[in-house]
């Protein structure tokens, strides 16, 4: 019948032949169907109107957006954003296999998400709100068993293809990531490797779900610990790593049998929307992974955190949240994985290298612009060290080139909003009052030099020296390029102030001398110490704090622990008994 109508009017013939010189497709009829399907589509007719229908089949990009079901508006993000697949811009969130809106009608069923940069609105996503997140835990809950039961093989495979395809898209999805979070694209870019990294680690941990053959204590049972998928787990995503905090959460649990319900930030939820579209074209059956969006983060993950059927949440977040959250998922006897705020100390000795530990310092401080929890937050220098420290990491911090994320030459980004720059200025107040010396920065900056009317959220890289305990500094985490550089005489006096936090999630020490880096090592109260290094993050090792940094592990053989359950399996009258 298609074939009949194209044959019959000279109007889809044309536009058949346009189309196939613009999108380089031989089969032209075959084109011509496929756009005819995609006008007879009423859902994304009634989303576009009748000169974006015109306007998405004349040009290649659109046109791949408009094909995979895709608004008017995501096809143009895609194209301001020059993405070479326009189909990973998507503006529904994923249930069940299938990208929905939330459930009421209307405008306000939809929220705005800005670029931290000029403030402007790239696209709007549903607002999900309680009822919402249920269906999508129902929808999770009905894929369960199958997904469980697949064998560890198959989930492998599946996770491994959804590694290739992050990576394959990385420039996209940096692109993306860019725009809605403002770290600069090599950043972003580095970024879409670490959250593939996660996939292709768990993808070969899914193999390695061992259980213990447990020696018996009679002569009649065998006894065993088996380790099965806990059941359905809500993620809830942070922005300040839109797609590796998505991942180091989704493809564990995924790989252990769980099916997942992601909820990014309302920041930054288009990249966690991305990676379901690639996730979906991996072959991920649908309701394995969901993800889904709401600006009221209360209802939505308060709904998940309240789900009996949700049997492990793992949050990521500031330390307030997490504790709230904690209290909350107590209520049904959740597992719960919390990876909350840090405050971290950054010891160097009197015999470090002192350019190492100014570049450590430097690339643990400044990355992300500081928005990171295991970026160090108290440089406790010894005292013959400090100036030299603090005016060597300012000269280095000077030199770092602030703009906008898209810009290649950029090494600090925007912050991510106007709260998290006030905090940064109350506390950079709070201590210059307190008696700290400014070596650079301690204000607002512009890319370029460019006033940005009271919008932007720059802020420059900034060191401050003779901080002390009575600031906000130390008893706070900063989350921005503030480095607040104490002083210290004695080994001792350092841990006592490294210590001296209710955090504990990452800890740093710079030092030539062997037996005082395993001394230090072993005295800091952290769940991860970097000794002569100030990047610690990486896949294949544990993840987490103690104290109020967290509870769990992320990534690492251990990482995959937080979704499987042991059962002990004791079994009589099935085997020879033993003497
Ligand atoms: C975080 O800031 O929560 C994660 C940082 C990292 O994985 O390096």
Redesign the pocket.
């Known amino acids: 019948m298609t074939q009949h109508l194209i044959a019959r009017s000279g109007y889809w013939s044309t536009l058949g032949h346009r189309l196939n010189a613009q999108h380089d497709v031989h089969d032209s009829s075959a084109f011509v169907c496929k756009a005819i399907r995609l006008i007879c589509d009423n859902n994304w007719r009634r989303r576009n109107s009748p000169l974006a229908v015109v306007g998405a089949l004349s040009n290649p990009r659109s046109f791949a957006s408009a094909e995979a079901g895709l608004s008017e508006s995501c096809a143009e993000l895609a194209s301001r954003l020059g993405l070479v697949d326009a189909a990973l811009v998507r503006d529904r969130c994923y249930v069940g296999g299938a990208w929905v809106e939330a459930a009421r009608d209307g405008p306000a069923a939809r929220f705005p998400v800005h670029d931290p940069a000029t403030r402007d609105a790239l696209l709007t996503v549903p607002d999900f709100d309680a009822p919402d997140a249920l269906a999508a835990i129902d929808a999770a809950k009905r894929s369960q068993k199958a997904w469980a039961q697949k064998t560890a093989a198959a989930r492998a495979t599946l996770l491994r293809r959804w590694h290739d395809l992050i990576l394959e898209h990385r420039e996209d999805l940096a692109k993306i990531m860019v725009a809605e979070q403002g770290k600069p694209r090599k950043e972003a870019e580095a970024e879409v490797t ?1 959250a593939a990294s996660f996939v292709e680690w768990f993808s070969e941990e899914a193999r390695r779900t061992y259980g213990e053959v447990i020696p018996s204590h009679d002569g009649d049972s065998r006894m065993f610990a088996l380790r099965q998928p806990v059941g359905v787990v809500a993620a809830i995503c ?1 922005w ?2 839109p797609c ?2 998505v991942t ?1 959460k989704a493809a564990a649990a995924m790989a252990a049998g769980c099916c997942v319900v992601v909820k990014p930030s309302e920041e930054t939820p288009l990249s966690a929307l991305a990676l379901a579209a690639l996730a979906e074209r991996a072959g991920v059956p649908g309701g394995v992974l969901n993800v889904i969006t709401g600006a009221d983060a209360d209802a939505v993950v308060g709904a998940l955190a309240d789900s009996k059927d949700v049997r492990a949440l793992s949050f ?1 977040g500031s330390t307030d949240v997490g504790k709230s959250l904690g209290a909350r998922c107590a209520k049904t006897v959740k597992k719960t994985s919390l ?1 909350l705020g840090g405050n971290a100390p950054f010891v160097v000795l009197a015999d470090a290298d002192l350019d190492a530990a100014i570049e450590g310092a430097l690339r643990s401080k400044f990355r992300n612009g500081g928005q ?4 160090a937050q108290r440089f406790i220098v010894h005292a013959s060290l400090a100036d030299r420290f603090a005016e060597g990491l300012a000269d280095r911090a000077e030199r770092l080139k602030i703009g906008i994320g898209s810009d290649p030459a950029t090494e600090v980004g925007p912050m991510i909003n106007q709260d998290a720059v006030e905090k940064v200025e109350r506390h950079v107040t709070d201590a210059l009052a307190k008696g700290a010396r400014r070596v650079t920065g301690g204000k607002r900056a512009y890319p370029d030099g460019t006033p940005t009317n009271g919008t932007g959220t720059f802020y420059a890289p900034t060191v401050l020296a003779n901080c002390d305990a009575s600031m906000a500094v130390h008893r706070e985490e900063t989350f921005g390029p503030v480095a607040a550089v104490f002083s210290f005489e004695t080994e001792r006096e350092a841990i006592a102030m490294a210590n001296d936090s209710d955090s504990g999630l990452a800890g740093y020490v710079y030092t030539r001398d062997g037996e005082a880096m395993w001394r230090v090592a072993e005295a800091l109260e952290c769940g991860i110490v970097g000794a002569n290094t100030g990047a ?2 990486v896949a294949a090792a544990p ?1 987490g704090g103690v104290k109020e940094s967290g509870i769990g592990r992320e990534g690492g053989r251990q990482g995959i622990d937080e979704y499987l359950e042991v059962k002990y399996l004791r079994m009589n009258n099935t085997a020879p008994k033993k003497a």
């Open positions: 670490y942070p300040n790593f590796a905090m180091r990521t990876e990171t929890c295991v970026c610690v993050s993840f």
